[in-house]
């Protein structure tokens, strides 16, 4: 199937589009911990979450359709090794981020009755420590996407 450049051009966008929303989310979410976990704090990190889930899911599936569709194939990338590392960090950033999630999940009942959650100072910590684990996993993905895109770590090459 040929597909003009105009939409490959387009659906590159949307992915990188996406992964920034899925950085943006992530740094508000850490920053959102740091401050004091009131009413609005934990109602800000419930919907940067969702917001947060939702990138990552269009982040999977604008790749998933340029690697198939858009862009070189996938027996190209299936043979480098910076790309195989990109899905490795990105599936171990998204097993990591089923944590906080809970978390946060785990305050509705207490926002729908208009109280902050009761979270433990070591909760908060733990939390913050998973947000930085996964943001330093995205500048490792960025540091693949870079190799990657200039041919480096190719297997069979």
Known sequence: MEFGRVTV?????????AAFAVAAALAVEFALLKGELNVTAARRLLLTDMVYGASAGLVLAAGLLRVVYFEKGAAYYFHSVPFL?????????????????????????????????????????????????????????????????????????
């Open 85 to 157: 590392a990109k899905i490795a960090l990105f599936i171990a950033i998204g097993l990591l981020s089923i944590v906080p999630t809970v978390e946060f999940l785990s305050w509705r009942a207490a926002l729908k009755e208009g109280s902050a959650p009761a979270v433990a100072p070591s909760k908060l910590r733990a939390l913050r420590t998973i947000l930085h684990a996964e943001l330093a996993g995205i500048v490792l993905i960025l540091l693949c996407a870079s190799l990657m895109a200039r041919g480096i770590g190719l297997i069979g090459a």
């Open 9 to 17: 051009a387009l659906f590159a966008f949307l992915h990188h589009v």
